[in-house]
């Protein structure tokens, strides 16, 4: 079983649909969350911090289920700008910093 | 803008040949990171260091091998270079804050092997 597991997709949305994105992850010590974006052939960038009490930035709302071992993206009023593959990404022991599968978005016009 | 720079950018060897892909910072980051990325596939972890003289092992297994001398330089090799070693190779580093999750990414290595 791979530490960081997405649903790989792809979800093609509509534009302006709320899409919503889950990661689990196997190691219960695990430390930090964090979800990126990486677009064709560029190098993944931070996209937000996941928190237990809920992260919002905009149109983005990230969550941190401790206790499942689960974490959720979500997307509001998708724009085709948001077309990309996003990473759950888990900081452990040592300082490991382990990406998930990724799970590819395609917003549609 | 990230100060973290890996070379060379490209590189097409043959097998058999010994190879070091370069990754330096200058940004005083603690931890550093290898991830080998196929197109379009997941990023695997396969080297990390969280200061001089620490190295471990990711995730998937690998015969290159990793040195931490010092803070801001991070050299990957492979000794004996193969056809299934063709791929991106990713550095990144990030500062030695627990919580802080946001790495650095260099513009990456990509090796192809013939």
């Known amino acids: 079983r791979k530490e960081v597991e997405q649903d790989p997709g792809p979800f093609n949305v509509p534009e302006g649909a709320t899409v919503a994105f889950n990661c689990t992850y196997s190691?219960?010590?695990?430390?930090?969350f964090f979800w990126y974006r990486q677009d064709c052939r560029k190098e993944p960038k931070l996209l937000m911090s996941?928190?237990?009490s809920g992260n919002e930035d905009g149109r983005f709302t990230a969550q941190l289920n401790r206790a499942s071992q689960y974490i959720s993206l979500l997307i509001r009023d998708s724009k085709l700008s948001d077309s990309a593959t996003y990473l759950c990404v888990v900081i452990g022991g040592y300082q490991k910093v382990t990406f998930g599968t990724g799970t590819k978005l395609q917003v549609i016009p | 803008e990230a100060d973290i720079y890996q070379t060379p950018r490209y590189l097409v060897i043959g097998t058999g040949k010994k190879i070091t892909l370069e990754c330096s910072q200058t940004?005083?980051?603690?931890?550093m990171y290898w991830y080998q990325q196929d197109p379009g596939m997941e990023l695997h972890l396969i080297h990390y260091s969280y200061g001089v003289n620490s190295t471990e092992k990711g995730d998937l297994s690998s015969e290159s091998t990793v040195s931490r001398i010092r803070t801001e330089h991070f050299p990957l090799t492979l000794e004996s270079a193969r056809p299934s070693h063709t791929s991106q190779y990713l550095c990144?580093?990030?500062?030695?804050?627990?919580?802080?999750?946001?790495?650095?990414f260099g513009e990456g290595s990509r090796l192809t092997v013939l």
């Open positions: 996941v928190y237990s």
């Open positions: 940004m005083g980051h603690d931890k």
């Open positions: 990144a580093s990030r500062p030695g804050h627990l919580n802080t999750g946001e790495l650095f």
């Open positions: 190691n219960s010590a695990s430390q930090s």
